[in-house]
């Protein structure tokens, strides 16, 4: 099992104390720019470092 730690979508949305929203970071992800994330069945997530 990874034991590196994942933020959801919200989450990351909230470390940038709202300032990157949930659907800038779809955008991003479907013009393949902005951070890395990995996707787990539907479940999008971002590694925390």
């Not at 800038?24 to 539907?42: E, Q, Y």
């Amino acid at each position: 099992m990874d034991s590196k730690k994942y933020l959801t979508p919200e989450e990351v949305s909230a470390r940038y104390r709202g300032g990157i929203s949930v659907g800038t970071l779809r955008n991003w992800r479907a013009m393949r720019i902005g951070p890395s994330f990995v996707k787990i069945g539907k479940a999008v997530l971002y590694p925390a470092d």
